[in-house]
């Protein structure tokens, strides 16, 4: 669909996406793959055949990192404009309304981390190394970095990762919840595709609630998220799903209904 990045269909499972970078030789996130990232998640979270998504960068590696000489010799007011565009369109990925998996091989560092930060799981090939170098260059994440990742690791972990820059080996990553699965290299994009082809069936408007609910509430206090909670549980009983969800529960038990995704 563009120069860096391709939305495919996995062959063994057609409801999934793949969000595929391509920008040799180690998927430097410049301001053409950053816009190309934003059309594709707009694409995949608008198609009603996709159903679940996978974020991969190839068998190498996942992103390796800003493209510094792009942004090197940028001013305060240009790079204002820049980090706007790169957070937005990691923002697009975050609120794809489907399950979004991140699929890391070799290196996700600096933007690489935030693009897998974004996504809802992530799964690390055993020689993947992750993390947030940029304070090595004298400045700091600027797409996410310092807000998702302590919501996912808590913030003593997530400063010391920022405050050194070094890189966690895949193992550490899984130890403290920073990737969900770790496996061979060889087996990443299988284990990705596999982690998400398994919400591909089920009823896609309550997955989208649920994602909106968990990480809306995230962003606010206990009441208003039990709002939120309330008003997307409600909602759902307007949806053909939980009819054929509840119909089928009382006549064949649970785990038997056939979900249309509407």
Do not use: C
């Not at 180690?26 to 707009?42: D, F, G, S, Y």
């Not at 990737?179 to 989208?208: C, F, I, K, S, T």
């Not at 409600?234 to 064949?252: I, N, Y």
């Amino acid at each position: 669909m563009g120069e860096f990045v391709r939305v495919e269909t996995d062959p063994d499972h057609p409801a999934v996406a793949v969000i595929r970078l391509d920008r040799p030789k180690v998927n430097a996130l410049n301001a053409a793959l950053t816009a190309e990232i934003a059309e594709a998640a707009t694409r995949v979270a608008k198609d009603p055949d996709v159903r679940a998504v996978v974020v991969y960068g190839g068998e190498r590696v996942f992103v390796a990192g800003a493209d510094i000489k792009e942004m090197a010799d940028l001013t305060a007011a240009q790079m204002l404009g820049y980090a706007r565009d790169l957070q937005n369109a990691l923002n697009l990925v975050a609120r794809i309304p489907k399950p979004v998996v991140a699929a890391v091989t070799g290196y996700a560092l600096g933007g690489g981390l935030e693009l897998a930060l974004a996504a809802d799981f992530r799964v690390a090939g055993a020689g993947a190394r992750l993390g947030v170098p940029e304070i090595q260059l004298g400045v700091i994440p600027g797409a996410g970095g310092t807000q998702r990742l302590p919501r996912l690791i808590g913030p003593s972990r997530a400063k010391e990762m920022i405050f050194s820059g070094r890189h966690v080996k895949a193992d550490e990553a899984r130890e403290i919840g920073l990737v969900d699965q770790v496996v061979p290299d060889e087996e990443v994009y299988r284990a990705a595709v596999a982690l998400v082809a398994r919400y591909a069936g089920g009823p896609a408007v309550a997955l989208a609630a649920a994602k909106e609910a968990v990480d809306r509430g995230l962003e606010t206090d206990l009441d208003t998220g039990l709002e939120i909670e309330r008003l997307h549980f409600a909602g759902l009983f307007s949806t053909e799903d939980q009819k054929d969800g509840m119909r089928s529960f009382v006549e064949q038990g649970p785990g038997k209904a056939a979900f249309k995704g509407r």
